[in-house]
C-alpha cells in the first residue's frame, strides 16, 4: 500500500478499461471549425461511432502543428483506441520529417486512419475523396457549357489537396486542347475574403476567364460576391463553380455549383474502417469515395 | 506488486497529475455541428483554452440525452478540469429533473459553465448573449423601417431561447402599440428546411406580414429561398432577418440582418470562466454579453 500512496496509483476507470485493452474512446483531429466542411464529417463520424458504441474526442487543431502534437500526446496519454486525423501536418507538401516520424510512431501503438492526407514515405490506412475525378467533373462540365477560359481561383501551393486540383485542371485543360494559362491561376488562401480578393484582379484583366473553378466553396462566394457587386451576372457574364459541396452552395443565391466529397460518408467511413483496425480486422489501406458533381445555377 | 497487478494500477500521467489535481483537460459538449453557431463557439473557446494552458476536448451530442450522460460520464472518469457545456437539456423547457440532478452533481465535483442556458433551480455559472435584447433590437429595426405586420417563424416551444425570443418579440410589438397574432407566428425546427416551409405558408395567407423575425439564419436563408423563388423581392416585397450572424448572413445574396450573438467571444468568455474556477477564483455567477444588430440588405 505503500508503494501504491507514493507512487499515486489510482484504481480508476482507465486502468480497468486495460483489461480488455478498450476505453471505446477515439480521438479526432480537425484543422478549422469556421469551414462547414470539417463539422460535417465530424458529424458523420459521430453517427458512425454512436452505432457502434464509441465516443468521440474532437480536436481543434487550427492546422498548428504544436497544437497537433498536444493532442496527439494528450490523447496517447489517455490510452484512446484509435485516431482519426484531418488537416495540419497530413495536407503538408513540406512537412518536417520529425512530424511525420511522430505519426508513424504513435501508429505504431494506436490505429489510425487519415481523411484526405498521407504520411509521405510511410504506408497508413487513409479515406479520402477523390478530388483529382472532382476537378476533372466540373472542369469538363464548364468546357461542356461552351467554356473556353476557365480559371482556377484560391487555395496554397503548400497544400497537397490544391497541387492535386491544380493538377486535374490542367491536364482535363490540355486533353480538351485547351491552353493553360499562368495569368488564370491565382491563389491565396482558402476563404471568403481571399475569393473576394482574387476576383478583383481577375475583374481588372483585358481578357479573363468566362469561368472560374474555386478551391472550395468559401472562395467560390467571395468571387461570387465580388462578381455580384460589379453587376456581373452569374452565370451570365461569368460561370462560378466551388468545391466541397457544403451547406453554403445550396444556401446561396443564386446557387452554387460544386463537389460533393460526401462529407458525413468519409467521417462515417473513416469510423468503420478504425473500429474494424481496432478489432484487428483486415482492412485495405485507402479507400476512396466517388466525387459527385452537383450542377446549380452559378454555371447554367 | 500483487496488488498492483490484481487491480491493474497503472503509474501514468493521469495518475501524476492528480498530484496537483490538474490535468489541463476540458470537456465541451455542444449538440449540433451542422449549425455553424457552435463550431464558432468553440472555436473561440479552444482559442482561449491554447493561450491559458488547456486542451478542449469537445463532444457533439446531437441534444441526445443519453448521448450527454455518456460524454459526461466519461469526462469526469477522465478527470477533465472543468466542463463547458451548449444545448440540449441546458435550453429544455421540460428536462427531466433526473437529467438536472446529474449535472449538479458533478457540478459538486468539477467546475461547469453553461452557455445560454440553465439548470432550473440551481445556481451555476453562466455566460449568455442577452438573447431577448436582441430580439428587441431586431423588432425595433424592423418597426422603424415602417413595418407593421411582423411575423415570427421558427424555433420551437420547448426551448427555452426560443420563448425568450418569443416574449420579447410580443412585448416589443405591444410597447410600439402594434398587435400580436397568433396566426403570424408559426414554429417548427431551427433549419433552413423548416425555413422553406413555413414560409410556404406565410406566402399563402392573404393579409401576410410584410417583414419576418427568423428564429436563426438557417431559417431565415430558406424563408428567403422559398421568398425568392416565388418571384418576391426582399426587402422590397418583404424583409427577413435572422439571428446569430453566422458567417452565412454576409455569405448570401442579398445579405443577411441579423444579430450578433459574439459567439467567439461566448466561447472564449466561458474558457476563461472557467478556468478561473478551477483556480478557485470568485467569479460571478451570470455573464452577459451584448448583442449586436447587424443591418445588411435584406431588411432595407
Known amino acids: ?33 469556421s469551414n462547414m466542411f470539417f463539422p ?17 474526442f474532437l480536436c481543434n487543431t487550427f492546422s498548428d502543428y504544436n497544437r497537433e502534437s498536444e493532442y496527439l500526446n494528450l ?11 484531418m488537416g495540419g501536418r497530413i495536407n503538408s507538401r513540406h512537412c ?31 479515406v479520402k475523396t477523390d478530388e483529382y475525378l472532382g476537378t476533372k467533373l466540373i472542369v469538363q462540365h464548364l468546357i461542356d457549357r461552351g467554356h473556353r477560359q476557365i480559371g482556377f481561383l484560391g487555395g496554397s501551393e503548400v497544400t497537397t489537396t490544391t497541387v492535386e486540383k491544380l493538377q486535374a ?13 499562368n495569368e488564370w491561376v491565382r491563389m491565396g488562401s482558402f476563404s471568403m475574403s481571399c475569393g473576394r480578393q482574387l476576383m478583383e484582379a481577375f475583374l481588372t484583366m483585358s481578357n479573363r476567364p468566362t469561368a472560374i473553378l474555386c478551391i472550395n466553396d468559401y472562395v467560390a462566394i467571395g468571387a461570387m460576391k465580388t462578381a455580384i ?16 459541396d457544403t451547406q453554403l452552395s445550396s444556401a446561396m ?23 474494424k483496425l481496432i478489432q484487428k480486422e483486415k482492412v485495405t489501406k485507402l479507400t476512396v469515395l466517388a466525387p459527385n458533381l452537383i450542377i446549380r445555377q452559378s454555371t447554367q
Open 1 to 33: 500500500m505503500a508503494i501504491i500512496e507514493k507512487h499515486k496509483f489510482q484504481p480508476n476507470a482507465l486502468a480497468r478499461s486495460l483489461v480488455n485493452k478498450k476505453t471505446g474512446m477515439i480521438g479526432v483531429l480537425f484543422p478549422d471549425s
Open 75 to 85: 490523447l496517447c496519454e489517455r490510452q484512446v483506441d484509435g485516431l482519426i486525423l
Open 253 to 275: 443565391n443564386p446557387e452554387l455549383t460544386s463537389v460533393s466529397q460526401q462529407s458525413e460518408q468519409l467521417g462515417m467511413q473513416a469510423m468503420l474502417i478504425l473500429s
Open 96 to 126: 518536417p520529417p520529425s512530424l511525420v516520424q511522430e505519426v508513424v510512431d504513435i501508429q505504431r501503438k494506436i490505429p489510425i486512419v487519415l481523411i484526405n492526407g498521407t504520411l509521405p514515405g510511410h504506408p497508413c490506412h487513409r
Open 169 to 181: 485542371y490542367r491536364r482535363t485543360l490540355e486533353a480538351n486542347q485547351l491552353s493553360y494559362r
Open 40 to 56: 460535417e464529417v465530424f458529424g458523420g463520424a459521430e453517427r458512425a461511432a454512436q452505432k457502434l458504441g464509441y465516443t468521440l
Open 229 to 244: 457587386s460589379r453587376g456581373l451576372r452569374i452565370p451570365e457574364d461569368i460561370a462560378i463553380a466551388g468545391f466541397d
